[in-house]
């Protein structure tokens, strides 16, 4: 005898194995797995309550089914290896660590031909537990089996039975109404998790994946594509939306990677945003596909941080095959993956920008609303400046609005050409300055020249809507008429001192300051939060 070989406890293992963190949503996936690697075009689930309160689960396929040695097989835990590496099903444990993480019996039964006898073998975990072997039952099929493999099946296909079904549901329940509502509840959460794991299997018009039609208790499971890609942009060029990526043995395999802004819920009705697009901070990151399958849905799996609500519009499109399960340690529920360091830090660097932009959209639409619903006057500080004819400023000397130049007079000489925003047909009373959502370059502040009409353009500044300060200062100070036309005038100081100073050569320094300035001003802003509602009510009021 040989005392090396060290076989497992069967009672301890086989009931450990129930805890691999498999639910009931994860769990039938996997089922689902195993009928798509067998090339079914159909998969029907049927989740029924029974009269004396028992719960079975019935899966059945028109695959291309089993012999009685293959179901014998597809029965042990660790079974052999497929011979399609592409498959879906990958380690072997699947149907058995799934089903025993739901139900306490599970069976196979499965045939290759109308012709040939149904064969079923099934795993009783307190019969294990009792007899300490690891010995499945030979029970015959019956009636009721019978009839749900042609019901589910037809000719030929395999059939999965859940029975004694004791975690199901997340709490007991006396049989009656309460217990069929939770029953009913489960169908329809698990047909959402189907509808999103094998969107691309279900969509008709995907062309990536062939169609399986995929059904709950009789009822057709629709596709559910977490990128809404009809209202959605795609942000990424296609020049990056392939990734190289390092396998342990040093060769390499490609990755597919997409970049999705989807609409703000302010661009959606109710309807849509909860049919269509469902924000949340949990769905904003990676949805990662294996051969077409999701397995991992949302999370920034530490390219990023934590979820937050201002990148909630943001989700990433990654694809690998199986040819990359050992660059990215797959887990045996496929449900998540790990990033390597070095490709985590690849993955930052390409999507940075895009994540900028993402958050830089879902706060041009929060503040434009908060724009429209807060006024800040600026008039007292454009009749203050009028009205005071000394300051220190650059003359004008012409203005041509179609190259956005100037010529002025200013301390560096004179008709200094200089490019900058040139406008006309301005509102008169908010010539000097004017609060703007037009400033691209992420600058609190610009200088401008402007005019009422197409000639006699005088100097001022615009202030960006959109930056911090603006939204979170000026905001603040909007019943304060003092606070507002005291910083009205420091900047349009800052842009007359500019202007009354630079010259072509001189023209990217203060530019680059400008820059510094509001760069800083951001950084030092970072962790005041944006007025709330209520905030932005109560300055309403006053």
Not at 1 to 13: C, E, K, T, Y
Not at 47 to 69: A, S
Not at 449 to 461: F, I, K, M, Q
Request: glycine share 6%; hydrophobic share 35%; with cysteine.
């Amino acid at each position: 005898m040989n005392d090396l070989i060290n076989d497992p406890n069967a009672a301890r293992l086989i009931v450990g194995l129930r805890d691999t963190g498999y639910n009931v949503k994860t769990a039938a996936a996997d089922i689902i797995d195993n009928s798509i690697a067998a090339g079914a075009n159909a998969v029907n689930i049927n989740i029924e309550l029974m009269h004396d309160g028992r719960k079975i689960v019935y899966f059945g396929d028109d695959g291309q089914g089993m012999t009685r040695d293959e179901v014998r097989n597809a029965m042990r835990y660790g079974a052999d290896k497929r011979s399609d590496a592409k498959s879906l099903g990958k380690f072997g444990l699947g149907l058995k660590t799934a089903s025993s993480s739901v139900c306490k019996r599970y069976s196979l039964i499965s045939r290759k031909s109308a012709d040939q006898e149904l064969s079923k073998l099934t795993w009783d975990l307190e019969h294990v537990e009792a007899q300490n072997i690891w010995e499945m039952l030979d029970d015959p099929v019956t009636s009721d089996q019978a009839d749900m493999f042609e019901e589910l099946c037809g000719d030929t296909g395999t059939l999965v039975v859940w029975e004694n079904c004791d975690r199901i549901l997340s709490k007991d329940y006396d049989p009656g109404s309460k217990e069929k509502a939770a029953i009913k509840r489960l169908a329809e959460t698990l047909g959402k998790h189907v509808a999103l794991v094998f969107h691309r299997f279900l969509d008709t018009c995907d062309e990536r994946e062939r169609h399986v039609a995929i059904r709950i208790n009789g009822v057709d499971v629709p596709a559910w594509n977490p990128f809404y890609p009809t209202r959605s942009d795609q942000v990424l060029a296609e020049s990056k939306q392939r990734i190289l990526v390092e396998l342990p043995d040093c060769s390499e395999a490609e990755a597919g990677i997409k970049a999705w802004i989807l609409p703000h819920r302010r661009d959606m009705t109710k309807e849509e945003e909860a049919q269509f697009a469902r924000i949340s901070n949990r769905a904003q990151g990676f949805y990662v596909y294996r051969e077409g399958r999701l397995i991992q849905d949302g999370g920034w799996l530490d390219v990023f941080g934590a979820p937050e609500p201002h990148t909630s519009l943001l989700r990433i499109e990654f694809d690998f095959t199986h040819e990359l399960d050992e660059a990215f340690r797959i887990d045996v529920k496929k449900s998540r993956i790990l990033f390597h360091p070095e490709l985590e830090d690849g993955l930052r660097s390409l999507l940075q920008p895009v994540y900028r932009e993402a958050g830089n959209r879902y706060r041009r639409i929060t503040r434009d609303d908060a724009n429209k619903r807060t006024t800040i006057d600026h008039g007292s500080s454009n009749k203050n400046i009028a009205a005071t004819a000394n300051v220190s400023k650059p003359q004008v000397a012409s203005a041509d609005p179609a190259s956005q130049t100037v010529e002025v007079n200013n301390r560096r000489g004179v008709k200094i050409r200089i490019k900058v925003p040139v406008q006309e047909h301005v509102n008169p009373e908010a010539i000097y300055v004017e609060a703007v959502t037009t400033i691209t370059s992420g600058h609190l502040f610009e200088p401008a020249y402007r005019s009422p009409g197409v000639s006699d353009h005088v100097p001022g500044v615009l202030l960006n809507k959109h930056h911090d300060f603006y939204q979170k200062i000026y905001q603040r100070a909007a019943a304060s008429g003092y606070a507002v036309e005291g910083m009205d005038l420091l900047l349009y100081a800052f842009a007359m001192a500019e202007q009354n100073n630079t010259d072509p050569e001189l023209e990217p320094v203060f530019e680059d300051i400008r820059e510094e300035i509001s760069s800083n001003l951001k950084k030092l802003l970072r962790n005041l939060p944006d007025p709330t509602s209520a905030e932005l009510t109560e300055l309403d009021e006053d």
